[in-house]
């Protein structure tokens, strides 16, 4: 059922009631970006993730950026279940902000003004054949021994908000040993089905995309990059590769720590035109500076080797084979998503939606070196590749950096092998070689209620190793 928005005149009267932060008007592009984020969020919480609205509201839109924290709820939703679309008003003057969902790359943001086509048709959700043996499906996925005491405590303790983080809210922690899951545990609204947003984890797929474009002869990560925006006589970011990229070693300015990327994630900017804008400020492969923008520019660099050594025909101009979902099923990670914007661009910083069981299988690709039913996805030599601090390190961290993944090579009581993707909100997918386990815990903790990823590592260290 169609429901009112909210008028934007209410907006401007709670700010007398100090219902807004800090008591301040938001600017209409505020706005505007707290209605992209809530549209985005409802529908890949809808039909990415297979939540409810309630749980959306109550998980996804809470703990937030301040920037648009005391907006979003203020703006009221439209959803259209036939054509999986979300819409939501941020101006009494201006079309409602818009996110599409496919079956493929599941939830597009349409850009600002953008005026809503309807099809009238029914959008059908994918197939995610459930029904096949573990690890493509989910049949025989547990092991025939049941946790141990100690498992079942650390898992207990993972979801009390108290012993891996005052305050954290853990929604689900997944053990996987030997090929097997041996602990599994959701929070109530969830269960192993329930896809949520990977945020930075999604780097780390990322790299992982890579590999397979390398595995495929497709990619080179030591060359100069082909970035067409870069390409121009005297431009030095052309000499940028795809390892200083993956790396966090661009030199390419970023404004903020961790460069917020408002625009591309809530703004409807594209990729293309925003992430190449950025100047280059030192030597590439001289600093680390964690940045969204590195992700994103090294999936474009790899999509620009795709094309020229693809060498395609003008009928297939503008086409290329750096598909994710056709990896993502050959993995049987039937409910993950990596989403575009409406360039089709890939948002591999941040904006892939995946279940905790297909963070697993992707885990168990590393453990297996890059080999699945037979067939080399990434190249044997890239769980290395990955998890060797070649390039510059972060300063004032207990993790080191890989190429796309972090190192937990200096936690005490870890092995050195160990790396992980780590992931805004508490996303954590641990991978133990030498060990031959992986953890993965989600969650949606916010920047004052971090989770212990390190104490939880260790203390399912000790109890294998015991």
């Known amino acids: 059922m169609r429901k009112k928005w909210v008028s934007i005149s209410i907006i401007t009267a709670l700010l007398s ?19 992209g984020y809530k549209a985005q969020f409802i529908c890949s919480g809808l039909w990415n993730g297979g939540k409810s609205l309630a749980n ?7 703990g937030i950026y301040s920037r648009i924290a005391a907006i979003v709820p203020l703006l009221n939703e439209e959803v259209d279940e036939t054509e999986r679309q979300v819409r939501v008003r941020f101006a009494d003057d201006a079309p409602p902000r818009m996110a599409i969902w496919n079956r493929k790359t599941g939830c597009t943001s349409m850009p600002i003004g953008f005026e809503a086509v309807k099809t009238g048709g029914q959008v059908k959700l994918a197939e995610a054949f459930d029904q096949r043996l573990w690890p493509m499906g989910d049949a025989s996925a547990t092991a025939t021994k049941p946790p141990s005491p100690t498992l079942i405590e650390i898992s207990d303790k993972a979801f009390d908000g108290r012993s891996y983080g005052p305050g954290s809210k853990t929604s689900a922690v997944l053990i996987i040993h030997q090929g097997k899951i041996v602990s599994e545990r959701y ?7 329930t896809g949520q947003r990977t945020w930075s984890v999604a780097k780390s797929i990322a790299g992982t995309l890579v590999g397979h ?19 121009k006589f005297a431009d030095g970011r052309a000499a940028i590769t795809i390892d200083q990229l993956l790396r966090m070693s661009s030199g390419l300015f970023s404004d903020t720590a961790g460069n917020r990327t408002d625009p591309i994630y809530m703004g409807g900017t594209s990729i293309s035109e925003r992430t190449t804008s950025w100047p280059l400020l030192y030597a590439p492969g001289s600093r ?6 590195d992700t994103m520019l090294a999936i474009l ?13 003008k009928s297939t101009a503008g086409q290329d084979d750096f598909r994710p979902y056709d990896f993502f099923q050959k993995l049987g990670m039937t409910r993950t998503y990596a ?9 591999l910083s941040s904006q892939v939606w995946t279940t905790a069981r297909d963070l697993g299988r992707l885990g168990m690709l590393y453990l297996n070196n890059g080999i699945w039913n037979g067939e080399q996805l990434i190249p044997e030599n890239w769980r290395e590749y990955v998890s060797i601090p070649s390039g510059p390190q972060p300063k004032g961290r207990n ?23 780590f992931g805004n909100r508490g996303q954590y997918l641990v991978i133990i070689p030498s060990m031959d386990i992986v953890i993965i815990r989600r969650g949606y903790d916010t920047r004052t209620t971090r989770f212990d990823i390190e104490a939880l590592t260790k203390a399912i260290v000790a109890e294998f190793k015991s």
């Open 399 to 421: 993790f080191g950096y890989g190429a796309s993944f972090w190192l937990m090579n200096q936690s005490e009581g870890i092995p050195a092998d160990t790396f992980a993707g």
């Open 339 to 347: 989403e575009t914007d409406w360039q089709d661009n890939y948002i």
């Open 288 to 293: 680390f500076r964690y940045a969204n923008n």
């Open 213 to 231: 474009a390398v595995q495929n002869g497709m990619a080179d990560v030591h060359a100069p990059n082909r970035i067409p925006q870069w390409q």
């Open 301 to 313: 660099a790899v999509r620009a080797q795709y094309r020229q050594n693809s060498k395609l025909d």
């Open 56 to 62: 959306i509201k109550t998980d996804e839109l809470t």
């Open 17 to 35: 009631t100090g219902a807004l932060a800090q008591n301040k008007e938001p600017t209409r592009y505020d706005r505007a970006l707290a209605a």
């Open 187 to 193: 929070r109530s609204g969830h269960d192993l089905h």
